[in-house]
């Protein structure tokens, strides 16, 4: 596998999954540390998904194409 489709199957869709889950965790009021530390994950997923976004995807032919 290579890093261009780790990338594409992983590191893209965990970026956002972090994202999602810092919003979460700003937004919950039970356990500080998540309260504490959900900006900070937030940012780090939105900063890993900025750089992961900029990696080109893997070449792949289409299904019709013959060629």
């Not at 780790?6 to 979460?24: A, C, D, R, T, V």
């Not at 530390?37 to 299904?63: C, H, N, S, W």
């Amino acid at each position: 596998m290579s890093f261009r489709a780790l990338n594409q199957k992983y590191l893209e869709p965990g970026s956002q999954y972090l994202m999602i889950f810092g919003i979460i965790a700003l937004c919950q009021p039970w356990n500080l540390f998540l309260h504490r530390y959900g900006m900070t994950m937030t940012l780090v997923g939105l900063i890993a998904f900025m750089v992961t976004t900029k990696i080109p995807r893997d070449d792949q032919p289409d299904e019709g194409s013959h060629s």
